[in-house]
């Protein structure tokens, strides 16, 4: 075994690169050298528009797939990821808040802004006010209902409570209405 | 050794004649290794260049304070990985072509007559790639262990327990073959 490993240790000794080789290998080693940087620098712009154009394809191809993802699939939690990363790399949000900074404190703004902020501010007020009236408006309703209702607190008795009850609660309108009737019954008697 | 260095440093830093040197010496090595894994003269021609090309390309990457690391085992490296491509491109493994030293009349009578180098070139062939490469590399090139080690990315202690079921392995197959024929 180790004879005939031996044997084939000389064979593989004694081969030998042809002639011709050995003379023209150093230009032909220059030459290839040569060639494929010329080749790389002839096709460098092909070479980029190609790299851009499969860029193109590849966020096309992307962003159609990320339209289609549901909710709870894998996909869509891989595009809610890639947006989170995209938001915190670019700092920026996809719906900022404007911050509510009092007129005193930004002196930076402009007179525009301010004036709308005024006109924005004089319109809530009115919105303010107007509400105030209806409440105000309400709160008489109530009071002339209540004092009606001591009005006839006086002259009908239960049938004072039996109001009030059918304010508070409607569910109790059978009970309510029949100690009306009752009421009337009495006043009738 | 130092004059080696002083020419690599060169050819780092562009000199074409210094790496024309570097070619000169190592050409002849490469090529047999070529020749041997290709069994092609044509193919181990074309290898052998593209070697000394992708060389030259990355001659800056090559780090002269690495242990056991020389610039034969630098080329050698390169050598490998072209022989291993090529063989993927051709669909086959690059000694698929051993192979066709087939076992008929001819190869039989050869064995008869004591020739049998063409045995174990079959028995060579059904090995493993990588463990081809650690018997060529270790008895034909005969390099040391740890250098082999580098040329084929595996530890010293690996490689030496590889070489030696390697062995062990062209030792059954050879007499496997022979005995078929008896």
New interface residues.
């Given amino acids: 075994m180790e004879d005939e490993i031996k044997k084939l240790k000389i064979e593989y000794q004694s081969t030998t690169p042809p002639k011709f080789l050995v003379d023209s290998g150093i230009s032909d080693l220059w030459n290839r050298v040569d060639n494929q940087k010329r080749f790389i620098e002839a096709h460098f712009v092909q070479f980029l528009a190609l790299g851009i154009l499969i860029l193109i394809i590849m966020s096309g191809f992307i962003g159609v797939i990320s339209a289609q993802a549901k909710p709870g699939s894998t996909l869509y939690f891989v595009k809610k990821f890639t947006q989170k990363a995209v938001r915190i790399i670019s700092n920026t949000q996809i719906n900022p808040i404007k911050p509510t900074v009092s007129p005193s404190l930004s002196p930076s703004e402009t007179i525009e802004e301010k004036k709308g902020e005024k006109d924005s501010n004089l319109e809530s007020n009115q919105n303010r006010n107007n509400n105030h009236e209806e409440v105000k408006g309400v709160k008489a309703f109530e009071n002339a209902r209540n004092s009606e209702n001591k009005a006839s607190e006086n002259s009908h008795g239960k049938n004072d409570n039996s109001k009030n009850d059918e304010s508070q609660d409607h569910s109790s309108d059978g009970n309510t209405n029949g100690q009306n009737n009752e009421g009337h019954d009495q006043e009738e008697d | 050794m130092e004059e080696l260095k002083h020419l690599i440093q060169k050819a780092q830093n562009g000199d074409?004649e210094s790496f024309?040197e570097i070619?000169?010496l190592y050409?002849?090595k490469i090529?047999?290794y070529c020749?041997?894994n290709t069994n092609d003269?044509f193919e181990a021609?074309d290898i052998?260049?593209?070697t000394?090309?992708k060389a030259?390309?990355s001659i800056k990457k090559f780090d002269y304070s690495r242990p056991n690391w020389s610039i034969q085992a630098f080329l050698f490296t390169i050598a490998r990985n072209l022989i291993i491509d090529r063989g993927r491109r051709k669909k086959e493994l690059p000694l698929g072509q051993f192979q066709e030293i087939t076992t008929n009349e001819d190869f039989y009578e050869s064995i008869d007559r004591g020739n049998?180098?063409k045995?174990?070139?079959l028995a060579l062939s059904k090995l493993e790639e990588i463990e081809r490469q650690i018997?060529?590399l270790r008895?034909?090139e005969e390099m040391d262990t740890k250098e082999i080690a580098n040329i084929l990315e595996i530890k010293d202690g690996a490689l030496r327990v590889r070489l030696h079921r390697a062995m062990e392995k062209?030792?059954n197959i050879?007499e496997g073959l022979y005995g078929r024929r008896n």
Avoid: D, H, M, P
């Fill in positions: 074409r024309s070619y000169k050409f002849e090529f047999k020749k041997f003269e021609q052998c260049q593209e000394f090309v030259w390309k049998n180098i045995l174990i070139r018997i060529i008895y034909f062209l030792k050879t």
